[in-house]
Nanobody, 115 residues
């Protein structure tokens, strides 16, 4: 089992920045890809970015250039640096981790962007 705990969410004004963290614990060996998703009220969960253990990244077009995913393998932690935030970025942000075909999810952290 892998446990994921997100942190760093909160209230920020339009144009501001936040950095989310997701710490993995448990049987984290063989965890390869980790990623970030978000879910706004009344909408489906949306892919944002992924990063492999080797550092290869993929981004959704909606956040490319504004969000940056990074990872510290020694700390089993993945980060999401979010800049130039907009009210449409308001959502619960989730991280996930893939381990040999099984995907684990955290409980999410709320990001609210005010006008």
């Amino acid at each position: 089992q892998v446990q994921l705990v997100e942190s760093g969410g909160g209230l920020v004004q339009t144009g501001g920045s936040l950095r989310l963290s997701c710490a993995a614990s448990g049987r984290t060996f063989s965890v390869n890809t980790m990623g970030w998703y978000r879910q706004a009220p009344g909408k489906q969960r949306e892919f944002l970015a992924t990063i492999t253990r080797g550092g290869n990244t993929v981004y959704a077009d909606s956040v490319k250039g504004r969000f940056t995913i990074s990872r510290d393998n020694a700390k089993n932690t993945v980060y999401l640096q979010m800049n130039s935030l907009k009210p449409s970025d308001t959502a619960v942000y989730y991280c996930n981790a893939d381990k040999i075909g099984t995907t684990y999810w955290g409980n999410g952290t709320l990001v609210t962007v005010s006008l």
